[in-house]
């Protein structure tokens, strides 16, 4: 914790309702992205966003991405849903640390040096990626490859390089 700065105990308690989801939950309820900020030196939750809310979003990914503050440094847990050439459909648990450029430099020094005891209580979460610029991943082909091999879908829509495999 070379920052100092702390996590909420309710960071703690959404990213554990993320990682276990119970089969008898009601879907619509189920978190798919959540954004933190630090503030007053904590790390908090800023936006919840669960199935429900997202039910009238055509592209699930593209409206993370519409999350992505060029100015602003943030955290984000994404509840991403995908598809592989071997198996049907895949959820996995995104971590992203958004530090654009354009930035404030001390915003982005405290982002990256807090980032540690975020992931303290992250344990178990697949994916993580570090983005500065929406060139990154702004192209779901890139994001794809990052999910692993094989990927034909994100959120429901085509890969183009099948995995990222050009």
Known sequence: MASGVKVC??????VNEMKVVKSDADSNERIRLVVFVID???????KI???????DVEDVYKFFLSLLNPETCRYMLYDCHFETKESSRKEELVFVMWAPESAPIKAKMQY?????????ILTGIKHELQM??????????????RMGK??????GHAVTSAGGSR
């Open 9 to 14: 105990d309710e960071v703690k308690d959404i």
């Open 40 to 46: 007053d030196g904590k790390i908090k939750i800023e």
């Open 49 to 55: 966003h669960r199935e429900k809310d997202l039910a």
């Open 112 to 120: 990256a040096s807090s980032k540690d005891s975020l992931k303290k």
């Open 132 to 145: 500065n610029d929406l060139s990154d991943y702004g192209n779901r082909d890139n994001f794809a490859e």
């Open 150 to 155: 094989g990927v034909i879908k994100v959120e």
